[in-house]
T-cell receptor, first 113, second 111 residues
Framework: DADVTQTPRNRITKTGKRIMLECSQT?????MYWYRQDPGLGLRLIYY???????NKGEISDGYSVSRQAQAKFSLSLESAIPNQTALYFC????????????FGPGTRLTVL | KQEVTQIPAALSVPEGENLVLNCSFT??????LQWFRQDPGKGLTSLLL?????REQTSGRLNASLDKSSGRSTLYIAASQPGDSATYLC??????????FGKGTMLLVSP
């Protein structure tokens, strides 16, 4: 089984809808991250969390919110989706006490019409 | 603000060639540098991580070097194979483990 899983893998929605993307990990890592990837722009950090009680904004947090429900779960929400949030979304984890290598999930392709 | 640039944006080589991918960053105060591989429609796989105090790391046919003072890293791939075809991403972290990514080099290795 994959160490970092994301659901759903693909989602098409309409402008104004609320969307939640979920991430789960079995690696036992403390740190979790959400990135989005856009053609020509690379990956950019949305939010990150170093433990259940710690949430931090990244480079492009506007229009997004997150919830760290447990050490293993980190969810990303779009309260009112807009077309320019169409992108590939990745969750990642890293180990506080390790080499700090980040391990990525398979991604969620989100299309907002 | 940290900026990461990767050159070239795309590279096509015949199988068996040795090749070098380049990465540069504007702020030399980094904690580490990582190279990732991304296959089409897939997530990222970490290839090598170089701590700021290190000069290079090797894994199999891959060798990554880091010159922090000049803001440069290279990824050397020896004896390239068609299975190496993918996009290679460079990323640097400064603090709190947050990564700044380059836009990647798309590599195609032809049989």
């Amino acid at each position: 089984d994959a160490d970092v899983t994301q659901t759903p893998r693909n989602r098409i929605t309409k402008t104004g809808k609320r969307i939640m993307l979920e991430c789960s990990q079995t690696k036992g890592h403390d740190r979790m991250y959400w990135y989005r990837q856009d053609p020509g722009l690379g990956l950019r950090l949305i939010y990150y969390s170093f433990d259940v009680k710690d949430i931090n904004k990244g480079e492009i947090s506007d229009g997004y919110s997150v919830s760290r429900q447990a050490q293993a779960k980190f969810s990303l929400s779009l309260e009112s989706a807009i077309p320019n949030q169409t992108a590939l979304y990745f969750c990642a984890t890293s180990d506080l006490g390790g080499t700090d290598t980040q391990y990525f999930g398979p991604g969620t392709r989100l299309t907002v019409l | 603000k940290q900026e990461v640039t990767q050159i070239p944006a795309a590279l096509s080589v015949p199988e068996g060639e040795n090749l070098v991918l380049n990465c540069s960053f504007t702020d030399s105060a980094i904690y580490n540098l990582q190279w990732f591989r991304q296959d089409p429609g897939k997530g990222l796989t970490s290839l090598l991580l170089i701590q700021s105090s290190q000069r290079e790391q090797t894994s199999g046919r891959l060798n990554a070097s880091l010159d922090k003072s000049s803001g440069r890293s290279t990824l050397y791939i020896a004896a390239s194979q068609p299975g190496d075809s993918a996009t290679y991403l460079c990323a640097v972290s400064r603090e709190y483990s947050t990564l700044t990514f380059g836009k990647g080099t798309m590599l195609l290795v032809s049989p």
